[in-house]
């Protein structure tokens, strides 16, 4: 049987998906710098701003656009680097702010995006990357990276000083995928070393624990909180529970390191990335009788927030891309082709561009993430197949 990962007409399906995102997304350029939030008619939303890691993901999506050839690709990673440039950068303090015009914390998770955002960049020539990408290092190195613990500090106030009484795996796993992109981009091994060492604590320490259930939620020593936000299970960046979406992710990451030639690879990482993904497909697929996979589950593997979003099928299609291209089993091929299909049916719609969450009648909501502000996960969906 022939992988749909050698299809030709797979691939060609793959590119047009790549080329319609690119369509939409132009049409979120807003003038004065960043990125309108669009409704699912390609309009902007009222009462809402530019947000760096949005800014920064469309900087990411362009720039693996501009590698394959998407016309109009061009156009929007100048955008996005003139923003992150300009609009988002902090002249005063350094770092970059999160909502340009509001007074906000400083997030490593939105730093580490600028991060991802400036290395492909400079993997594909972006004359302002380099620049970019060196601020980049130096904020991590000065204020986010924790050298004692290994791992990432959460956030601050906008002059650096009050560091947040709390650290989440989030942030860090976003932090393992931008130091897995600096350092290919520069052939530094410091930044895969930094990434194995918070993989190290999170995945080979922490979900390995928890029976491959990663808990997300710490204090800043480091120790587990599992009932963290309880009471939010609907929250955005931080629910209660565990989160299939995010196991998938880190066991793509997980891969990425281990084929890094940057770092020495201990045997743990492919056998985590494996548990990791059988454990959030094969265990946690239809979990309370609706196709997909639900937002967030408990300790003892029961849904809590049974809301669908987009992003995890995503990130389930790349990490099944990876192990079947890297294993040739039948069962990740089924998966591929099962997310896919799955995704065909219920998330792309007529045009070509993804709904971002659908309600318990498998419909399009927006509880979560009104409209569809992000198309991060959904470029990864098309473009990993072809690049695994």
Known sequence: ?????????????????????????????RPEGGFHHLDGAGEPLPGRSPQLFLTARMGYVAAIAVRHGIPGAGELLDHAMTSLTGLHADPEHGGWLSEPGSVTRKMTYDHVHVGLAAAAALEVGHPAAARLL????????????????????????????????????????HGLEAFLAMGTALQEPRWHERGLAVAARLIDGAAREHGWLLPEHYTPDWQVVLDYNRDEPMHPFRPYGATFGHSLEWARFLLQLDDSPLVASPPWLAEAAEALTRRALDGGWSLDGRPGLVYTVDWDGTPVADVRLHWPVCEGIQIAAYLLRRTGDEHWEGWYRRLWD??????VDEAGTWRNELDDRMHEAGHIWPGRPDVYHCGGALATPLEV
């Open 1 to 29: 049987m022939t992988s749909w990962l050698d299809t030709p007409a797979h691939r060609t399906w793959l590119e047009g998906g790549l080329a319609d995102l690119v369509a939409f997304s132009l049409r979120s350029i």
């Open 134 to 173: 060196a601020q980049v290092a130096e904020v991590v190195d000065a204020h986010l990276w924790d050298d004692e613990a290994q791992a990432l500090r959460e956030s601050f106030a906008p002059d650096w000083s009050d560091s947040e009484d709390y650290r989440g795996a989030n942030a860090n796993m």
């Open 342 to 347: 799955h995704a065909a049916r219920y998330w």
